[in-house]
């Protein structure tokens, strides 16, 4: 496989459009999951480097599925060989709509959210100044939609910190959305820059959830 990522085209987005779960996952596979495990094998040197541990590359499988289809995929990268979703990590995947690159505590990491919220109330303005306002923070995973730093109130905050300590279901995700359309998406190589700065300022909050 070639070093140089070639970016995302409109068909790789229209795979989310084909109905039934046999046909989008054989497009998902054959158009979509080989340029993310080339991200994988590109970017996990990266951010071992950048993170000073080892990280691994995890291609989302879908294997759990039987009836309804994937809306969305991705490469996850954490600091564990053998999985991801218990750990904060990095993500890197598509809906039809837009390409997301951001940070995330989900569900299954219950410990990692309590210090992540109490990492929020104490010192959120540190963790989140650097960080560019047209980043997304979301509490789902499942959900496409992000709301812009810059749209975000105090009420928001304490609410989302709330929610990470009290809700089991709710999850912490920031970063960068960039739509379909956008050229930088058919730049492969400058994609690639775009997503290794986008993990560098993510870096405050991977490392105040551990």
């Known amino acids: 496989m070639t070093r140089t990522f070639e970016g995302f085209t409109q068909a790789d987005f229209d795979v989310f459009l084909i109905p039934g779960l046999a046909p989008r996952m054989e497009a998902l596979i054959a158009r979509v999951r080989p340029k993310l495990e080339q991200l994988g094998d590109l970017l996990a040197p990266v951010l071992s480097v950048l993170y000073g541990e080892e990280i691994y590359a995890h291609v989302a499988k879908h294997a759990r599925r039987t009836v309804h289809p994937p809306d969305d995929t991705w490469v996850a990268f954490a600091s564990s060989k053998r999985g991801y979703k218990s750990l904060p990590h990095f993500q890197i995947g598509l809906w039809s709509t837009h390409v997301f690159i951001q940070f995330a505590v989900i569900y299954e990491s219950p410990e990692h959210k309590a210090k992540l919220a109490e990492a929020l109330r104490r010192n959120r303005m540190q963790l989140i100044s650097g960080l560019p306002g047209h980043y997304c923070w979301s509490l789902d995973h499942m959900r496409p939609e992000g709301k812009p730093l810059t749209s975000m109130t105090e009420e928001d905050y304490e609410q989302m910190i709330h929610k990470l300590m009290h809700v089991k279901k709710t999850e912490a995700l920031c970063g960068l959305h960039i739509d379909r359309y956008d050229p930088l998406l058919r730049d492969g190589e400058r994609f690639v ?11 405050p909050l991977y490392r105040a959830a551990f």
């Open 193 to 203: 820059a775009v997503a290794e700065q986008t993990f560098r300022n993510l870096l």
